[in-house]
């Protein structure tokens, strides 16, 4: 899983559809997940931008990634993202 939306890199350029893909997520206590967010111009390049990010946990919802995906997708610079 993993989102795709055109993004703004570092150096001003612009990534195209790119690929925004949850890594390293961790349960920081039985309420809270951290996680960082990869973004690649292309799932086979190295990312230009690595973000963290916390939100709340739910126990008996979705898999812990599911509910970091669902919680990127409810913030605005990733609400126009698409599935992929």
């Known amino acids: ?4 939306l055109t993004k703004k890199t570092s150096i001003g350029l612009n990534a195209v559809d790119a690929y925004h ?6 349960l920081q206590n039985k309420n809270i997940i951290i996680f960082n967010v990869k973004s690649y111009a292309d799932a ?9 990010f916390s939100c709340d946990y ?11 995906y669902l919680h990127l997708k ?6 126009d993202a698409t599935d992929c």
């Open 21 to 26: 893909r949850v890594e390293n997520i961790e």
């Open 58 to 68: 739910d126990i008996n919802g979705e898999n812990p990634i599911k509910q970091a």
């Open 1 to 4: 899983m993993a989102l795709k």
């Open 74 to 79: 409810a913030l605005p610079e990733f609400s």
């Open 44 to 52: 086979m390049f190295h990312p230009f931008n690595v973000l963290s």
